[in-house]
Every structure is written in structure tokens, then in C-alpha cells.
């Protein structure tokens, strides 16, 4: 796949033509979701729900017949492996022309889980429904994209540093350049591009921006499930890696260390 050309194509689908994903599309879902792998070795399990049979719906779809979840155990870094893993599926999806958007909170989460066979140990942080999109979008859509200003993006200065936070990252490896814009263009929760990276050298540290909201009535994190999806944009791109080494840099109050992505 090429990451960086299916980053710039995707976008989040709320609107969906209503017709049911073909069976060559379906089989080759299925087939794809059983070979993701994450640079975090834990396991994700991937469920495909059909929306009518399982009384499944969300305000802000119209015209899915077809959600994908998934479920992992919870465990340090089960987040960020989640994102990484999803990121993966909904990479695949937009090659084949199937829409995707993440959902993490407008749905009903215990209906889903249920129809996933969420356990007590085990976590689904997100789903998205399948499906081709419509020729025009719903005015739900279209709100929610204004909302959120869907198609804007924080500037490369504003996100990637050499060193330390103070001096902005420029390079001349089309590598490296492409694996940042992937980055920089990837999807986050409300659009927030919580993620901030400190290139030093071969080493690539990834920092987490926490905005205020995220994490107070619950017992995980999404951003830290947005930086999964960062570390895999990057990594598809760039490869290496990836390891729990603090630099110890210093940081602003609310950026906190996630993990090296070492080339």
C-alpha cells in the first residue's frame, strides 16, 4: 500500500450508498484484517457486524449496512496498538474504495461491544462502519466536517522538532519527508493531531500533546489510540524499529513520551 497517497485521498465517510459490500470486497477484508501486526505485539481481533442483524446504528451514519470492530486486552500500550492495527484496516478499506470513519463515542458503545462479544479483560476503543460512499454527503456530514474543519491541518513546524521543541525539523530524505507528511495528515480525534515527533539523528520520538476532555470518565485514552495511528502512517513509510527509550527531553506540561521509532 501507499501510505502517504491513500492518507491524501481518504477522508472520514458518514454517508454511505446503502448497497452492501461486494463479496470479493468482503473476502478480501477478512483475508487482510487476519495478517495485521503491530510493532506493540499485541493482538487485535477484528469483527465484522452486519448492522441490520444486529440492530446497529449511529446518529451521525446514514446508509451503512456494515460496522468492523475490534477488540483488544487491555494492557500498557493496548491503545496505541489498537490505533496501529485499525489504521492498517482503514488504510486497506480506502484502497479498495470502501469508506471508513473512526467512531469512539457517538454510538451506542454497549450495543456494539455486545455484538462483538467484548469481554470483561478485553477493550474495543473504536469501530467504523463499511461501506461505498454516497455521492453527496448528508448535512450531518457536511456539519460535523465544518465542526471539526476537516480538512485542515496543523503546519510541519507546529508538529515535527530536531533535538528538542525548540527548533523546527527540516529534511532533504524524501523518505523521511513523505513518512512525516503521512503523519501530519493522518486522522485524530476531533482533529486535534495530538502528536508531536523529535527527530535526533536515526531515532524518530514520538510525544503525546494531551488536550483537556479525553480521559477524565474513562479508562483509556484516545489520543493515545490517535498516536497508534501516527507511529503507523510513519512506520509504513519509514519502517525501523520502534522501542520505549525516554530521551528525556524536556517537555511542556501535558506532552508525555510515548515510544522511538529507530532507524
Given amino acids: 500500500m501507499d501510505t502517504l497517497q491513500l492518507a491524501k485521498q481518504r477522508r472520514s465517510v458518514r454517508t454511505f450508498d446503502g448497497n452492501p459490500l461486494s463479496a470479493q470486497d468482503r473476502k478480501a477484508i477478512e483475508d487482510f484484517v487476519r495478517s495485521i501486526s503491530n510493532p506493540f505485539n499485541q493482538s487485535v481481533e477484528f469483527v465484522l457486524l452486519d448492522a441490520k442483524e444486529n440492530g446497529l446504528n449511529t446518529p451521525v451514519i ?20 489498537f490505533g496501529y492495527s485499525f489504521e492498517q484496516l482503514v488504510l486497506f478499506a480506502q484502497s479498495l474504495g470502501i469508506g471508513t470513519t473512526w467512531i469512539g463515542g457517538t454510538m451506542k458503545r454497549e450495543l456494539f461491544e455486545n455484538a462483538a462479544g467484548v469481554k470483561g479483560n478485553e477493550r474495543m476503543y473504536c ?33 515535527f522538532f530536531e533535538k528538542d521543541f525548540s527548533t523546527p525539523f527540516r529534511t532533504d530524505d524524501k523518505t523521511i519527508a513523505d513518512a512525516l507528511e503521512a503523519v501530519r495528515i493522518a486522522p485524530s480525534a476531533v482533529n486535534m493531531q495530538p502528536w508531536r515527533i523529535v ?10 500533546s494531551h488536550k483537556k476532555g479525553y480521559d477524565e470518565n474513562a479508562d483509556w485514552d484516545i489520543q493515545k489510540v490517535d498516536m497508534g495511528i501516527a ?6 513509510i519509514a519502517g525501523g524499529e520502534l522501542v520505549v527509550e525516554n530521551p528525556g527531553i524536556r517537555t511542556e506540561n501535558g506532552v508525555e513520551y510515548t515510544a522511538t521509532v529507530v532507524l
Avoid: Q
Fill in 62 to 81: 446514514k446508509g451503512e449496512t456494515l460496522y468492523i470492530a475490534a477488540k483488544i486486552r487491555k494492557a500498557p500500550y493496548s491503545e496505541e496498538a
Fill in 199 to 208: 527527530a535526533d539523528g536515526g531515532r524518530y520520538h514520538f510525544y503525546l
Fill in 127 to 159: 469501530m467504523s462502519p463499511l461501506g461505498y460512499p454516497a455521492k453527496k454527503m448528508s448535512i450531518i456530514e457536511t456539519t460535523m466536517r465544518k465542526g471539526v474543519r476537516a480538512d485542515k491541518r496543523k503546519s510541519a513546524g507546529e508538529l
Fill in 231 to 236: 507511529l503507523c502512517h510513519f512506520m509504513n
